[in-house]
């Protein structure tokens, strides 16, 4: 199965908190990261967390990282049409990156 | 910040063709840069790590032939499909990694290739 996986499909109305979540399987990852993905273009990095903290604040981006049950959270608060995107986490692990299959936030006016 | 600059960002070719795609590192050297490609509705797969200096490693079920990469200096790195067919029309994005540890990998900006 995957190493990290992720929800496809989110939908959310213009306002509105999202939290998209993400599961990984590799204990060993040292860092983990968002990266946001707008139709036809590259990657975006968002955010990262180290492993061994459990919260990072960005502006309107929180990341919570439960290592115990290996699961990673992105909350974007006051989510806006402009958020719509694909959301990828992915882990870091020595030299390698894996990645999930990606997010597809929808935001509704 | 880091900044990759990816090129051409759509290509059309004919079948049988090669086309060419530039990675290249704006303001910091790259020894390392990885090749991705997307499939429609689906995550990265990564095809490739391209090593300046040195031959690529291809991940399992990736052509090295078909797929050529050339890393020929700090801050260019390039895919070449040759002969191209169909079902290799996707979205190709290369990404480079600034330093090790904390800021991840920086991505262009992708190249959708289309084989007709």
């Known amino acids: 199965g995957e190493d990290v996986e992720q929800s496809l499909f989110l939908s959310v109305r213009e306002g509105d908190s999202s939290v998209i979540n993400c599961t990984y399987t590799d204990s060993s990852s040292t860092y983990l990261y968002w990266y946001k993905q707008e139709p036809g273009a590259g990657l975006q990095l968002l955010t990262y967390?180290?492993?061994?903290?459990d919260m990072k604040q960005d502006q309107r981006l929180t990341v919570l990282l439960n290592k115990k049950d290996k699961h990673l959270s992105l909350r974007i608060a006051d989510t806006q049409t402009g958020d719509s995107a694909i959301y990828f986490c992915?882990?870091?692990?020595?030299?390698?990156?894996?990645f999930g299959a990606g997010t597809r936030l929808t935001v509704k006016p | 910040g880091a900044v990759v600059s990816q090129h051409p960002s759509r290509v059309i070719c004919k079948s049988g063709t090669s086309v060419k795609i530039e990675c290249r590192s704006l303001?910091?050297?790259?020894?390392?840069m990885f090749w991705y490609r997307q499939f429609p509705k689906q995550s990265l797969m990564l095809m490739a790590t391209s090593n300046e200096g040195s031959k690529a490693t291809y991940e399992q079920g990736v052509e090295k032939d078909k797929f050529l990469i050339n890393h020929a200096s700090l801050t260019l790195s390039t895919l070449t499909v040759t002969s191209a067919h169909p079902e290799d029309s996707s979205f190709y994005i290369c990404?480079?990694?600034?330093?090790?540890?904390?800021?991840?990998?920086?991505f262009g900006s992708g190249t959708r290739l289309t084989v007709v």
């Open positions: 990404s480079a990694r600034e330093r090790q540890g904390v800021y991840g990998y920086t």
């Open positions: 992915a882990e870091s692990i020595n030299n390698d990156m894996r």
């Open positions: 303001d910091f050297q790259a020894t390392t």
């Open positions: 967390i180290f492993s061994n903290m």
